[in-house]
């Protein structure tokens, strides 16, 4: 008697531990979110960090806030969101080298794959493959041609080592058989503007980014980089249709939050994302940035990782792609 005495009241702490941690995670978020952005200000993941904060902040009556902490191409905001408490108030905002790093780095502190959980895809957009005026290409034909006749002597900006500019422009240089050669610079805006100069040929830049120095004639486009072309850019070919039709590239979006983030609180972000995401005013203004809405599930999101680790560990290993 006196044993169940004893372990009566642990049982109802135990019991009232799991209602108050259930209850925790209906009512999340009670305090700001933190969206961890691993770039620094300006690219295509901040872009998408703050079209989607202030909606969700919205939606949920809790600040979220974006915070930027770039470095080592997203490392180490990536390691900082897997050292995070898993309660739903850190969360990742990331991109092609989450999953990219992992062949590129000799030993990451983590794994993406493994010590992640995917939320949601919240968007994907294509690059644009634009030229300095003053080199002889007029189309994607004609730049694999004066690559191929003069090898090693075009120079393409990225915004760093294993940044989506610089894995677009190798898998164009996989398939074409050339070799341009990587520039590497910290961020996209330096790449950019290393490009309008003449510093370097080629560059492989988001489509809001390259759109306007193509209409002031400061920047050639010559191609879109997805499958299809762009309904904002409609006249612009892809590069499958310009003479490499096995390419594709595409820049997507997603949130994904530390191993150990309850299921319900995943699920409620994942929901709530396509929630906000699904109005036409959402639509119109991630258009507007060259970003198509994807606002997929938490499921559709790992089987989509999975598949990019495997297609890009090969074209990096096939190109010998090293981050240093």
């Known amino acids: 008697m006196m044993r169940r005495c004893c372990l009566l009241p642990a049982v109802l702490l ?55 902490r770039g ?70 034909r004609e730049l694999i041609a004066l690559a191929r006749a003069h090898p090693g002597t075009l120079n393409y900006a990225t915004a760093g080592a294993a940044t989506n500019p610089h894995i677009a422009a190798e898998l164009f240089n996989y398939l074409a058989g050339i070799d341009m050669v990587a520039i590497h610079f910290k961020g996209g805006g330096p790449g950019l503007l290393a490009t309008l100069s003449g510093d370097t040929q080629v560059i492989f830049a988001g489509t809001s980014e390259a759109a306007q120095h193509v209409a002031t004639g400061k920047l050639r486009g010559l191609a879109i980089t997805s499958r299809k072309r762009s309904p904002t ?3 612009l070919p892809t590069v499958a ?17 530390p191993r150990g983030t309850p299921a319900a609180v995943v699920n409620r972000l994942a929901e709530r994302v396509h929630r906000v995401l699904a109005v036409a ?17 938490p499921e559709d999101f790992a089987l989509r990782l999975k598949d990019e680790s495997i297609r890009w560990g090969k074209v990096i290993r096939e190109r010998g792609m090293r981050a240093e």
Do not use: K
Request: glycine residues 6%; hydrophobic residues 45%.
């Open 14 to 68: 135990v019991c009232l531990g799991l209602t108050s941690s259930a209850w925790s995670q209906q009512d999340w978020p009670t305090r700001p979110v933190r969206l961890l952005v691993p770039f620094p200000p300006g690219g295509s993941v901040d872009t998408v960090a703050r079209l989607i904060a202030p909606r969700l902040s919205e939606s949920f009556g809790q600040p979220f806030v974006v915070e930027n």
């Open 281 to 297: 005013e959402a639509t119109r203004v991630f258009q507007q940035n060259g970003i198509d809405i994807v606002a997929d599930s």
């Open 71 to 140: 470095g080592a191409s997203g490392n180490i905001g990536t390691e900082a969101v897997v050292r995070a408490a898993p309660d739903g108030y850190s969360v990742l905002v990331h991109t092609i080298p989450l999953i990219a790093n992992a062949y590129l780095y000799p030993a990451l502190p983590y794994d993406a794959l493994r010590d992640l959980v995917p939320i949601t895809m919240i968007s994907a957009a294509p690059t644009t493959v634009a030229v300095n005026p003053t080199v002889a290409a007029r189309s994607v």
């Open 241 to 257: 249709e310009s003479g490499l039709p096995d390419y594709e590239f595409v820049t997507w979006h997603g949130l994904l939050a």
């Open 233 to 235: 850019w409609p006249d």
